[in-house]
């Protein structure tokens, strides 16, 4: 008997497992417009309290998937493999991963999203550069993957709107901190994006969706589960997100900051990880099984200069203007800076960068969205001046401010102000790579 969404929405606020066709009638529900927004926010709600079971978690992830078009790439050669984040402050590992996977033999077809909540978006970080353009159609896609084995791109229109809707949706009704939304949103985009295996970086801490290692594990053990069940080798990185990842938040520095990693001038946070999650698709593709020859291998493609030109050509090949590799200035950057830190008269130790209060201040400062048709601001941001452990001389600055909008200043001082903890004792680091999870 085919059910009113009403009555489907009542059965998981009661607490039900729901039956596959309910489901998939949700799904087809979303896409069509027979759920409406007020309906579909109401189950998603129910879904955040009540949960899902492994069950529903895939037969949603499948519904989302099959939403749109499937890509297929079999002219692709390469071993095509893909790394996605759960969301992170500072986390541009993707723009200094794909060029360096391309080096390394892989091919990267690598489709991502804008920023969700306080977090950082890939396309809205690659829009910074002036020309590059995140749209692609089918045939200039696949012929950019065969020449370049590379591409950065936004789902397009026809793939997996389901999820473009769910994820707007649940972007403004409080119900991204969800382990099966957040599992059917990026497997669903993933699974359709016609690649070999994946590889997920899954965030824990106060910058992360995932607050708790245990639940960052929960939802790594289900991302690798229904991956792994749908055909495709996925491994999962657990990673820790306490404090931005690397020295850059907001676009345009953090492009600058993947050109350095890429030239191996980048901050050690940023460059473990990233060695971690592509030692980690290399593996996946068969290319380089053990992890110390794996991070061999990237560290050449880094020293050779072939990272930083495969970068190049992304640019390139993207419309995107290549002179910024080597010209930084031709970024959007603010004209204004200035500097905070503490009054203090003795050395005190940084014991809290807190991710989540620097990504809400960044919204604020203009690099993020307050609301959905919010412009972003290419040339703010903050660029950390001091990590975590890191000591504090008397009046030594903490963080530069990069401003457009003097107004907005105020504000952005006291939420940095609350998101940083000082410390009078030396504070250790906790180690960022958790554990990897596989099928
Ligand atoms: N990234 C996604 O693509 N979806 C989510 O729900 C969270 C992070």
């Given at each position: 008997?085919?059910?009113?969404?009403?009555?489907?929405?009542?059965?998981?606020?009661?607490?039900?497992?729901?039956?596959?066709?309910?489901?998939?009638?949700?799904?087809?529900?979303?896409?069509?417009?027979?759920?409406?927004?007020?309906?579909?926010?109401?189950?998603?709600?129910?879904?955040?309290?009540?949960?899902?079971?492994?069950?529903?978690?895939?037969?949603?992830?499948?519904?989302?998937?099959?939403?749109?078009?499937?890509?297929?790439?079999?002219?692709?050669s390469r071993p095509k493999v893909d790394k996605?984040?759960?969301?992170?402050?500072?986390?541009k590992v993707s723009l200094i991963l794909a060029p360096l996977a391309a080096a390394c033999g892989l091919c990267v077809?690598m489709?991502?999203?804008?920023?969700?909540?306080?977090?950082?978006?890939?396309?809205?970080?690659?829009?910074?550069?002036?020309?590059?353009?995140?749209?692609?159609?089918?045939?200039?896609?696949?012929?950019?993957?065969?020449n370049i084995h590379q591409?950065m791109?936004?789902?397009?229109?026809?793939?997996?709107?389901?999820?473009?809707?769910?994820?707007?949706?649940?972007?403004?009704?409080?119900?991204?901190?969800?382990?099966?939304?957040?599992?059917?949103?990026?497997?669903?985009?993933?699974?359709?994006?016609?690649?070999?295996a994946?590889v997920?970086d899954?965030?824990?801490?106060?910058?992360?969706?995932?607050?708790?290692?245990?639940?960052?594990?929960?939802?790594?053990?289900?991302?690798?589960?229904?991956?792994?069940?749908?055909?495709?080798?996925?491994s999962?990185l657990?990673?820790?997100?306490?404090?931005?990842?690397g020295?850059?938040?907001?676009?345009?520095?953090?492009?600058?900051e993947a050109m350095d990693c890429l030239r191996g001038q980048g901050p050690a946070d940023l460059m473990e990880v990233t060695f971690a999650l592509c030692a980690e698709m290399l593996r996946l593709g068969d290319l380089e099984v053990d992890a110390a020859a794996a991070k061999a291998t990237l560290k050449k493609a880094i020293d050779s200069g072939a990272a930083l030109r495969a970068f190049r050509q992304l640019v390139e090949?993207?419309?995107?203007?290549p002179?910024?590799v080597d010209?930084?200035?031709?970024?959007?950057?603010?004209?204004?800076?200035?500097?905070?830190?503490?009054?203090?008269?003795?050395?005190?130790?940084?014991?809290?960068?807190?991710?989540?209060?620097?990504?809400?201040?960044?919204?604020?400062?203009?690099?993020?969205?307050?609301?959905?048709?919010?412009?972003?601001?290419?040339?703010?941001?903050?660029?950390?001046?001091?990590?975590?452990?890191?000591?504090?001389?008397?009046?030594?600055?903490?963080?530069?401010?990069?401003?457009?909008?003097?107004?907005?200043?105020?504000?952005?001082?006291?939420?940095?102000?609350?998101?940083?903890?000082?410390?009078?004792?030396?504070?250790?680091?906790?180690?960022l790579v958790?554990?990897r999870?596989?099928?």
């Amino acid at each position: 008997m085919e059910r009113l969404p009403q009555e489907i929405i009542a059965r998981k606020r009661d607490g039900y497992q729901l039956e596959r066709e309910e489901v998939e009638a949700f799904v087809a529900g979303v896409v069509s417009g027979g759920f409406k927004d007020y309906q579909a926010s109401a189950l998603l709600m129910a879904i955040v309290l009540r949960g899902m079971t492994p069950e529903e978690t895939g037969w949603l992830t499948e519904a989302m998937m099959r939403s749109g078009r499937i890509v297929d790439l079999p002219e692709i050669s390469r071993p095509k493999v893909d790394k996605h984040s759960t969301g992170g402050v500072g986390d541009k590992v993707s723009l200094i991963l794909a060029p360096l996977a391309a080096a390394c033999g892989l091919c990267v077809p690598m489709m991502s999203g804008r920023g969700l909540g306080h977090t950082g978006g890939t396309l809205d970080k690659l829009e910074a550069i002036p020309g590059f353009s995140t749209q692609l159609d089918d045939a200039a896609y696949r012929k950019q993957l065969q020449n370049i084995h590379q591409a950065m791109i936004g789902q397009s229109v026809d793939m997996v709107p389901a999820d473009r809707k769910l994820y707007a949706l649940r972007d403004v009704t409080g119900t991204v901190e969800s382990i099966p939304l957040i599992c059917a949103s990026i497997l669903s985009k993933k699974l359709a994006e016609g690649i070999d295996a994946l590889v997920l970086d899954v965030k824990f801490g106060r910058g992360a969706f995932m607050a708790t290692e245990a639940d960052g594990r929960k939802l790594a053990e289900s991302l690798v589960a229904i991956g792994t069940a749908m055909g495709k080798p996925t491994s999962a990185l657990l990673t820790r997100m306490e404090q931005p990842l690397g020295r850059m938040i907001g676009n345009s520095l953090e492009v600058i900051e993947a050109m350095d990693c890429l030239r191996g001038q980048g901050p050690a946070d940023l460059m473990e990880v990233t060695f971690a999650l592509c030692a980690e698709m290399l593996r996946l593709g068969d290319l380089e099984v053990d992890a110390a020859a794996a991070k061999a291998t990237l560290k050449k493609a880094i020293d050779s200069g072939a990272a930083l030109r495969a970068f190049r050509q992304l640019v390139e090949a993207q419309g995107g203007d290549p002179r910024v590799v080597d010209d930084y200035e031709r970024l959007p950057l603010s004209e204004h800076c200035c500097e905070i830190g503490v009054e203090n008269e003795a050395p005190l130790y940084i014991g809290r960068l807190d991710a989540r209060g620097f990504g809400q201040a960044a919204c604020v400062l203009g690099a993020g969205r307050s609301s959905m048709d919010a412009v972003i601001d290419p040339a703010v941001g903050f660029e950390l001046l001091k990590k975590e452990g890191d000591r504090v001389e008397p009046g030594e600055p903490i963080v530069r401010i990069h401003f457009t909008d003097d107004k907005k200043l105020d504000t952005v001082v006291e939420r940095l102000r609350h998101a940083i903890g000082l410390s009078k004792k030396p504070v250790a680091v906790q180690p960022l790579v958790v554990d990897r999870i596989t099928g």
